[in-house]
């Protein structure tokens, strides 16, 4: 299947002379949820802009379902919704008026009845005739997306959608996404919380600096790149870590009071039953044992410093 | 053509007036009333006919001149600046719209304030002076076309602006001067001979004065000379835009 969204060689160097995209290329698969992840400055927003035709790109191409975004552009921009990053609003609008409004910009005839199940799906409908100035940070964002949301898009771009937004909020956002992605609507995010993309992404991709490091299916980018910890706590502390022990890499720590082993959960053998074993064997007595597992977040940090 | 989006826009800018009826219209009213009382009744009295036209009669196609290329600057400026201030301006340029329907939309309704309070302002100045149109499509034309001109120089003035001081730059430091000595008040016969030559580098002169012309049939120039004035100028303005439109110059970059 031919990807909804296809970037390539994409390039965008500014008037001041930065440089924020160097030659990226992405697919974008249709139905899936991609999220972005990238520190500040990274390219997320130039890249997400370029694609809504917000920005001029300086070199390379973006089609979306076959459209180039420029020559063919509207085309493009109308399957695109766009939730920006900033609380960008009318204040002097109302909520109603506002989404009817990015309807019609759009080229849809009015809908009423559409708007309604829009404001209604992101608990809106009591707000419809308020003022936007009149209404909260969080319930802004939700305007926002009901606005992106307006002409039925077939792919939905949410810039940080959840920066600064409370914890029930966030939760009944990530339904909205769910249901959208259930109607088969293609969402890319970009995001700093990495836990959200570890929960509702389908796939990853990493950039920096411009470029992208990465792109992979969450699942088999944390099975790739996660690694499991055994941590030991030991009932006295040791001095060093015995010879027979040495072949399992352990490092000591805490004053020696904590050993640590890191493997491989998608390796054959893990090779615990037989460190505990020979933990055993050298006298060692335990208090405790746990294990961690590296999370998206400790994955990023790690491609990303490993770029720089 | 996506007039869905025109007709968005439009009425999205109509509706903006519609909150600020009070500033909008009203204020262009008292306006012009105070000019009345002053101008033509404590003023005018003292003034003799010129050209055969009553001194009242005389200022009001240069005062309808005078609001009109003011409140169509101010508004083609701040319809397309303040989005741009706001941040608002991401969903106009990620909808599927080409520059020349958003030119339609914002331009088409600064235009047509200006107009709307044009006619009120000759609706009040017909209740302080007796008035007649001598070439009525003639004064359509002038009307009409200074509207859309000078709200398309609104639109410039609005992309390229970078701050609230340089969006009343012109409006304010530009544009009175102008239109205060383009003969809104007098006819240029009555400066010395220098002044009067160099009012006919002020492009506003041609303007007003054909304006006059098609009232009362007396102008300081040529009323086919203003014709082609105002058509130059709205010529340059579509060249600059079309130039901003294809360079993406501070909207895309």
Redesign the interface.
């Known amino acids: 299947m031919a990807p909804i969204v296809s970037v390539s060689n994409l390039s965008k160097t500014?008037?001041s002379g930065f440089e924020a995209l160097k030659g990226v290329s992405l697919d974008i698969e249709e139905g899936e949820i991609l999220a972005l992840l990238g520190p500040n400055g990274a390219g997320k927003t130039t890249l997400i802009s370029i694609i809504?035709?917000?920005?001029?790109p300086s070199g390379g191409e973006v089609t979306v379902n076959g459209y180039d975004v420029v020559r063919e552009?509207?085309?493009?921009?109308?399957m695109?919704g766009?939730v920006?990053q900033?609380l960008?609003?009318?204040?002097?609008e109302t909520v109603w008026?506002t989404v009817s409004?990015?309807r019609?910009?759009?080229?849809?005839?009015p809908d009423p009845t559409h708007i309604e199940k829009v404001l209604k799906d992101l608990s809106l409908w009591d707000k419809k005739d308020n003022v936007l100035r009149e209404l909260s940070g969080g319930m802004k964002r939700r305007v926002l997306i009901a606005?992106a949301l307006s002409h039925e898009p077939r792919v939905l771009f949410l810039d940080e959608p959840t920066a600064g937004v409370d914890v029930s909020l966030r939760k009944s956002m990530w339904e909205v996404v769910e249901r959208l992605r259930a109607s088969g609507v293609t969402i890319i995010l970009t995001t700093h919380y990495i836990e959200e993309a570890e929960e509702i992404a389908d796939r990853i991709a990493v950039i920096n600096g411009g470029e992208i490091l990465l792109v992979e299916e969450k699942a088999a980018l944390m099975t790739k790149l996660g690694r499991k910890q055994l941590r030991v706590d030991l009932a006295q502390p040791i001095e060093e870590v015995p010879q027979t022990l040495l072949s399992y890499k352990l490092s000591l720590e805490e004053n020696g009071q904590c050993l640590i082993y890191d493997y491989d959960t998608s390796a054959e053998r893990t090779g615990i039953t037989a460190l505990l074993a020979a933990l055993a064997e050298a006298g060692i007595r335990l208090r405790d044992i746990s294990t961690r597992q590296s999370s998206l977040e400790d994955i990023f940090v790690e491609i990303v410093e490993a770029g720089q | 053509m996506n007039l869905e989006a025109v007709k968005s826009i439009y009425f999205f800018e109509m509706a903006r007036t519609r909150r600020t009826l009070l500033q909008s219209v009203v204020s262009p009213v008292i306006s012009t009333s105070l000019y009345f009382i002053v101008f033509g009744a404590a003023i005018g009295e003292r003034i003799d006919q010129i050209d055969g036209v009553s001194y009242g009669a005389f200022i009001t196609p240069g005062l309808m001149m005078l609001t009109l290329l003011t409140q169509c600057i101010g508004n083609g400026s701040f319809g397309i600046y303040f989005p741009k201030f706001t941040g608002t301006i991401y969903e106009v340029l990620s909808s599927p719209i080409s520059m020349i329907e958003i030119v339609l939309g914002y331009v088409g309704a600064a235009a047509t304030k200006g107009l709307m309070i044009g006619t009120i302002i000759l609706a009040t100045a017909s209740l302080f002076v007796d008035l007649s149109i001598a070439h009525p499509l003639a004064m359509l034309f002038f009307f009409v076309l200074t509207a859309i001109t000078f709200s398309l120089f609104g639109f410039i003035i609005g992309i390229w602006a970078k701050d609230f001081e340089q969006l009343n730059l012109i409006p304010m430091l530009v544009v009175p001067p102008l239109v205060f000595l383009g003969g809104s008040f007098y006819s240029i016969d009555m400066l010395p001979p220098f002044w009067q030559a160099v009012s006919h580098f002020n492009p506003v002169l041609y303007l007003i004065s054909g304006f006059r012309w098609s009232f009362f049939e007396v102008s300081d120039v040529n009323p086919l000379a203003s014709a082609a004035i105002i058509l130059v100028f709205l010529a340059l303005c579509m060249s600059v835009l079309t130039w901003i439109f294809r360079t993406g110059y501070k909207l895309r970059n």
């Open positions: 500014y008037a809504c035709g917000i920005v001029n552009f509207r085309e493009t921009r109308a695109i766009l920006p900033e960008t609003t009318d204040a002097f008026n409004f990015s019609g910009l759009h080229g849809r005839k606005k």
